[in-house]
């Protein structure tokens, strides 16, 4: 039986202005697999991560999510398959600080309609290692417990695809540790596909392939371990 892979990109490019960012960028994710990128700065990785999503336009090329292709959805059809499909952690943690941390979490599950929420929430936070602590303000946390919001907030509904950019880049190297086990923990559990956008070798080392882009915009596949 064929199984759609969870991302699919065809000869990607992105330019601003007369400014290539990346050019015929193509890549295959799987279900369940783990694909790093790597670069150096200003070679257009996040806007890679965020053109995935759609959350961002390309000039040429194109993106299928969940065997959809983008370009054809209108925007709130996109924004529907992204609630649906897709999961994002962020550097910044990006959780509402108005909100305690059971709330924060329940936010995809509320997106998409769901009411009684309160026991996917209470199990993915078990889950992270954060039971007890729903009641909680995000100020009232470490900096690793808020990436551990963010990533129970990305995964509770059961994303296809889970998109994360640079999740451990403030967190001190001990922590990083950590939440890179849970994140890579929790994407295995789920079956998840997962695309981490990182400047850490240690993290891209844990990934089943790894795709440089290079200043010139061109992206390279090669073994996580080579």
């Known amino acids: 039986m064929h199984v759609a892979p969870a991302l699919e990109i065809q000869a990607l490019g992105k330019r601003y202005g007369e400014a290539a960012v990346f050019h015929n960028v193509s ?42 292709d983008l370009s054809t959805l209108a925007d709130d059809a996109r924004a529907l398959l992204r609630r649906r499909a897709l999961g994002f952690v ?18 995809p599950l509320m997106l998409l309609g769901r009411r009684d929420t309160r026991a996917e929430v209470e199990a ?15 100020q009232q946390l470490s900096g690793g417990q808020l990436q551990r919001v963010a990533i129970a907030r990305a995964l509770v509904h059961r994303p296809a695809l889970l998109l994360a950019d640079e999740p451990t880049g403030n967190l001190d190297p001990g922590t990083a540790g950590r939440v890179m086990d849970l994140l890579v923990g929790q994407v295995r559990a789920t079956g998840a596909a997962l695309v981490l956008v990182t400047h850490s070798v240690a993290a891209a080392t844990r990934a089943d392939r790894v795709l440089h882009l290079t200043a010139q915009g061109i992206a390279h596949d090669a073994p996580a371990h080579s």
Request: proline fraction near 4%.
């Open 90 to 107: 962020f550097q910044a943690f990006h959780v509402l600080p108005h909100l305690d941390v059971a709330q924060n979490v329940a936010l």
């Open 27 to 68: 890549l295959t994710v799987a279900p369940g697999e783990f694909v790093a990128v790597v670069g150096e700065s200003g070679v257009g990785k996040s806007t890679l991560l965020n053109c995935m999503a759609g959350l961002d336009h390309w000039d040429s090329g194109s993106v299928r999510l969940a065997g959809q």
């Open 124 to 138: 993915i936070l078990d889950a992270v290692g954060l039971a007890g602590l729903g009641g909680r303000l995000p």
